[in-house]
């Protein structure tokens, strides 16, 4: 890698008593890149996601954004940094309209939020983002709709729209396309594709047609440790692979 | 030395009240802790316990009557209250929990001022231990001394049923994740109406108690919530150590707040609670909610 | 469709006209229920927007209402009515804010029911607060250019300070600010998530509701002459509570509703009989169990409105 890491993980652990969820996890994401972390259940995927966005304190190693040490941080300073995360199960504002929804996010710079008495239909900057990113989900037949009254996968999309809405640097995928059709997964997958590069993207998957799609390169997780790593092609030929996902390992 | 035996004495007191502070507790913390129930109406299960007794001694003159009959009432309350007005609110979160207890309490004391007059009504100690006892120079009501021994003797009986027992463990988890031990098979609608009859139970016993040392009036149990609640807030929620320990602080920190500080001696728990609430948020030994 | 402006505009003005058509008594409970609504209405900015259950609002009541009386005393001006109880209310609710907001839920009610009653503990020992008996004697202000010890001058001043703050809570709760809390009453972890320091913001909300507050213990203060420890007993924080319900959480108005109706109903049941406690209580534990909503939430169901 010639240009320094955008996201640095060096030996990060987190132990839930004996169990070790994370157990020295070193990865280094390049800006620009599309990483993809898969591997079985209970391999650590999501404990890693929560590490990187301040949900869960580690119980060792380091976490490095763009050169700046973010162990330890709260979630809302880590998104300021940045980096930003939809979650597994959908995690949105149900009785909020989809606009509000992203505009909520697209605020959370803080400009503006403090205003005892202004309208919000002056912030011109939020509510611009909150439609920008609904069209770039496929969402802007729905702006008006309460989030709670979506179907699901409109929700999911919605879910990654949340995540796009503060502008990061990095966002973390968790599933994204969990739960969905055929169809409503390609067009997940397209519409992730369509991304700029300027958002370098981590993503945990489980749907390899997904991966194969839009990594550039693969890490796979097995109890809490990084089994291997490369691209999809390199991945998915490896011995080491096939017996952790068939279970023999 | 004068001093030190009025410090004894003192902390005799503070150890009596202690115990009526730590029966009331266990059942509130278990309640919170597990039912993730609001419990405002655990003063009034209280103020219940202190006037069956009243009524049990007045007709059978038997104090372990009392002791034994008044608490298992206010269990069966318990009961019908979990039953009929707090189950339809666990999945409705602490606001209606609070409002409905709320005006349980309203109803409660009322009811009884209704039916035993607002007069204040005394409860004499059973004759075993209405005298009182010189111990290392301090003369000390025996009665006190009975509610400490007996105190400790159920702190010792609860631990032994939460730690050791299978029931307890069930309780524990409950506590701990409810809805993963229902997941497991265990019938914790069952559980949680018992741990509720049991909690007001423990109140009850703690109101009997009481009824020597407190006597008898209808806003008794609005009064002992609070100091309830704040070893509650102060040992954690749904710890029985909890209980035991902040008890033994709270109960100290306001019988000597009387004593040290007679012009604020009510101010004087609250500072303990901000300074334990400070440093531990959650309380001594509690943890944060889910 | 009337505007609701003119609506607004004309229930004002049919408030402030009202001792010119009813006797004392009527104009009194009134005001009462002015006073109480507004309070009830500051904490349903906390609960119903912020989703703060606090069960310790009547500190900042309690405060508003002691340090009127005080500052009344010495100099019954605008300043001693309504700058400093203000200012004071704001000044606890950052302090005890800034305790509570650490924990949230049932801890969070326990904790700010606790600091509640460490007022009534102070105030109920403090001579120099005039103890159990309070402090009494307190005059009317000369303030907003009329010299409220006249009673139809008091009334307008009343209406107008309350409708100020009414006006005031019905735009913070529009405001980028206002959306805010409802976010964070919708999901607090994703608010967290997308960048927003959610305990700051919480606090804020906490120091405005406990502001208003104040100003509502201090016209109440001033409505009665007289300020006793029972300001802070935790059940006037439940009745507040009680009120915010009755009419509706999350809609500012229905806090005026539900203390209307709480003080009609008392007013009404303690004249027929000395149980009006035991009928309170009974009527707040039907209300929980079967009437949800509220007030509002009942008239939003006949109507079929969502908002």
């Known amino acids: 890698m010639s240009a320094p890491p955008l996201l640095s993980i060096e030996q990060l652990a987190r132990h839930f008593g004996a169990l070790n969820a994370v157990n020295g996890v070193s990865l280094a994401i390049a800006p620009r890149e599309r990483r993809a972390i898969i591997g079985p259940n209970g391999a650590g995927k999501t404990t890693l996601f929560n590490l990187i966005t301040g949900h869960l304190a580690p119980s060792g190693g380091r976490i490095l954004f763009g050169g700046d040490l973010i162990t330890g941080l709260p979630p809302h300073a880590v998104a300021r940094r940045g980096?930003?995360?939809?979650?597994?199960?959908?995690?949105?504002?149900?009785?909020?309209?989809?606009?509000?929804?992203?505009?909520?996010?697209?605020?959370?710079?803080?400009?503006?939020?403090?205003?005892?008495?202004?309208?919000?239909?002056?912030?011109?900057?939020?509510?611009?983002?909150?439609?920008?990113?609904?069209?770039?989900?496929?969402?802007?037949?729905?702006?008006?709709?309460?989030?709670?009254?979506?179907?699901?996968?409109?929700?999911?999309?919605?879910?990654?729209?949340?995540?796009?809405?503060?502008?990061?640097?990095?966002?973390?995928?968790?599933?994204?396309?969990?739960?969905?059709?055929?169809?409503?997964?390609?067009?997940?997958?397209?519409?992730?594709?369509?991304?700029?590069?300027?958002?370098?993207?981590?993503?945990?998957?489980?749907?390899?047609?997904?991966?194969?799609?839009?990594?550039?390169?693969?890490?796979?997780?097995?109890?809490?440790?990084?089994?291997?790593?490369?691209?999809?092609?390199?991945?998915?030929?490896?011995?080491?692979?096939?017996?952790?996902?068939?279970?023999?390992? | 030395?004068?001093?030190?035996?009025?410090?004894?004495?003192?902390?005799?007191?503070?150890?009596?009240?202690?115990?009526?502070?730590?029966?009331?507790?266990?059942?509130?913390?278990?309640?919170?802790?597990?039912?993730?129930?609001?419990?405002?109406?655990?003063?009034?299960?209280?103020?219940?316990?202190?006037?069956?007794?009243?009524?049990?001694?007045?007709?059978?003159?038997?104090?372990?009557?009392?002791?034994?009959?008044?608490?298992?009432?206010?269990?069966?309350?318990?009961?019908?209250?979990?039953?009929?007005?707090?189950?339809?609110?666990?999945?409705?979160?602490?606001?209606?929990?609070?409002?409905?207890?709320?005006?349980?309490?309203?109803?409660?004391?009322?009811?009884?001022?209704?039916?035993?007059?607002?007069?204040?009504?005394?409860?004499?100690?059973?004759?075993?231990?209405?005298?009182?006892?010189?111990?290392?120079?301090?003369?000390?009501?025996?009665?006190?001394?009975?509610?400490?021994?007996?105190?400790?003797?159920?702190?010792?009986?609860?631990?032994?049923?939460?730690?050791?027992?299978?029931?307890?463990?069930?309780?524990?988890?409950?506590?701990?994740?409810?809805?993963?031990?229902?997941?497991?098979?265990?019938?914790?609608?069952?559980?949680?109406?018992?741990?509720?009859?049991?909690?007001?139970?423990?109140?009850?016993?703690?109101?009997?108690?009481?009824?020597?040392?407190?006597?008898?009036?209808?806003?008794?149990?609005?009064?002992?919530?609070?100091?309830?609640?704040?070893?509650?807030?102060v040992g954690g929620l749904g710890s029985l150590k909890g209980s035991l320990v902040g008890s033994l602080i709270i109960g100290q920190a306001e019988t000597f707040g009387k004593v040290w500080l007679p012009g604020a001696s009510m101010l004087m728990i609250y500072v303990v609670m901000a300074a334990i609430v400070l440093l531990r948020p959650h309380g001594l030994f509690g943890r944060p909610l889910k | 469709m009337i505007p609701r402006l003119i609506l607004a505009a004309a229930l004002v003005a049919a408030l402030a006209a009202f001792p010119l058509f009813a006797g004392n008594y009527p104009v009194k409970l009134l005001q009462e229920i002015l006073i109480w609504g507004i309070f009830a209405m500051s904490l349903d900015l906390l609960m119903g927007y912020a989703g703060m259950v606090s069960f310790g609002h009547s500190a900042f009541f309690g405060v508003g209402g002691y340090v009127a009386a005080l500052a009344l005393l010495k100099s019954p001006g605008p300043v001693s009515a309504l700058l400093l109880p203000a200012a004071a209310a704001a000044l606890a609710a950052l302090v005890i804010g800034f305790f509570s907001i650490r924990v949230s839920g049932v801890y969070f009610i326990m904790l700010t029911l606790a600091f509640s009653q460490m007022f009534y503990a102070v105030t109920f020992q403090a001579a120099w607060l005039g103890a159990e008996d309070g402090i009494v004697g307190v005059p009317r202000p000369v303030a907003l250019g009329l010299d409220t010890g006249r009673p139809l001058q008091f009334h307008l001043y009343l209406v107008a300070v309350v409708t100020l703050a009414a006006l005031a809570l019905w735009r913070i709760v529009r405001s980028p600010f206002g959306h805010v809390l409802r976010g964070i009453h919708e999901n607090e972890p994703r608010m967290e998530a997308v960048g927003y320091a959610v305990n700051r913001y919480k606090l804020l909300a906490f120091v405005i509701a406990g502001t208003v507050a104040g100003l509502a213990g201090s016209l109440y203060t001033q409505q009665v002459g007289s300020i006793t420890p029972d300001a802070f007993l935790w059940t006037t924080s439940g009745e507040a509570l009680l009120m915010v319900i009755i009419g509706g959480t999350g809609t500012l108005g229905g806090a005026v509703l539900g203390a209307a109706a709480f003080i009609l109903l008392q007013s009404m049941v303690s004249s027929y009989t000395e149980r009006w406690m035991l009928i309170l209580g009974l009527t707040f534990v039907l209300l929980v169990l079967f009437a949800p909503g509220g007030i509002v939430g009942a008239l939003r169901g006949r109507i079929g409105i969502r908002s």
């Open chain 2, 1 to 233: 030395m004068p001093f030190l035996l009025d410090l004894f004495a003192q902390a005799l007191n503070g150890l009596s009240y202690g115990v009526l502070l730590f029966l009331l507790s266990v059942g509130l913390t278990l309640i919170f802790g597990m039912l993730d129930v609001v419990n405002l109406a655990h003063g009034s299960f209280y103020m219940l316990g202190a006037y069956a007794g009243l009524t049990l001694i007045g007709v059978t003159n038997n104090f372990w009557l009392a002791l034994a009959v008044a608490p298992v009432a206010v269990g069966v309350i318990g009961v019908l209250i979990e039953r009929g007005c707090l189950r339809p609110l666990y999945r409705r979160g602490p606001l209606d929990q609070v409002l409905l207890t709320f005006g349980l309490i309203y109803l409660f004391e009322d009811l009884v001022k209704w039916i035993w007059g607002g007069k204040i009504r005394s409860i004499p100690p059973p004759d075993l231990f209405a005298g009182s006892v010189t111990l290392w120079g301090a003369t000390v009501p025996s009665y006190r001394l009975f509610v400490i021994v007996f105190g400790l003797a159920m702190a010792v009986a609860l631990w032994l049923l939460i730690e050791r027992t299978r029931l307890g463990a069930i309780i524990r988890a409950g506590v701990f994740d409810a809805e993963m031990a229902a997941g497991l098979g265990i019938n914790i609608q069952r559980v949680f109406t018992g741990v509720f009859a049991f909690g007001a139970a423990l109140a009850g016993l703690s109101g009997v108690i009481a009824g020597p040392i407190q006597s008898a009036q209808p806003p008794m149990g609005a009064t002992i919530l609070i100091p309830a609640l704040i070893v509650v807030v």
């Open chain 1, 83 to 249: 980096i930003s995360r939809s979650f597994q199960r959908t995690n949105l504002f149900p009785k909020l309209s989809v606009r509000e929804n992203l505009r909520l996010a697209a605020a959370a710079d803080g400009r503006g939020s403090y205003n005892l008495f202004g309208s919000v239909g002056r912030l011109r900057a939020p509510l611009d983002k909150a439609v920008e990113v609904a069209e770039a989900v496929g969402l802007a037949p729905r702006l008006d709709e309460p989030a709670g009254r979506l179907s699901y996968g409109e929700q999911r999309q919605l879910e990654v729209g949340v995540a796009l809405a503060i502008s990061p640097k990095l966002l973390l995928l968790d599933e994204p396309t969990a739960g969905m059709s055929p169809e409503e997964t390609q067009r997940m997958t397209r519409m992730l594709e369509g991304l700029p590069r300027e958002i370098t993207l981590l993503i945990i998957e489980h749907d390899m047609d997904v991966v194969s799609s839009l990594a550039d390169r693969v890490t796979v997780l097995h109890y809490g440790e990084v089994l291997v790593e490369g691209t999809f092609g390199e991945v998915k030929t490896d011995p080491r692979v096939y017996e952790v996902y068939l279970g023999t390992a």
